[in-house]
């Protein structure tokens, strides 16, 4: 019996603003960019994507990410490993935080203060797009 792969539902077309952020576990700012992406997907600010898809050249996240009006990046440290793949699929960031710029110290593992969340998502909002 062959196996049948699930399907993605990652990235529906239907977003114009989508959001991509690191979510590294080896620190508390990378799992910090991720639930505050999640937060703002919640609230209804713009539409997440699979930051690891469009790394990975799945075409139809790269097409997500190419059709959508405004790209919102999160990044957890000046590392940058979530604009180096955007750069790397020709993908333009129109807004972009990195946390450890809003004076967030990056310490190992990922436990992150929850207060910190609402610092990153007012962040993201004010940045200019």
Known sequence: MEQQQPSCTCGNGKTRRVIYSCSGIGSNVGQLANAAACRLALEGFGGGSCLAGVGGGIDKLVSTGKAADERV????CPV???KKIMDDRGLPI???VI???LGIEKTPGPVFNESNVHA??????K???
């Open 94 to 96: 129109n807004r972009y």
């Open 120 to 125: 990153v998502v007012d962040a993201v909002k």
């Open 127 to 129: 940045a200019v797009p």
């Open 73 to 76: 990046v999160i990044d957890g």
């Open 99 to 101: 946390i450890t710029e």
């Open 80 to 82: 940058a490993c979530a």
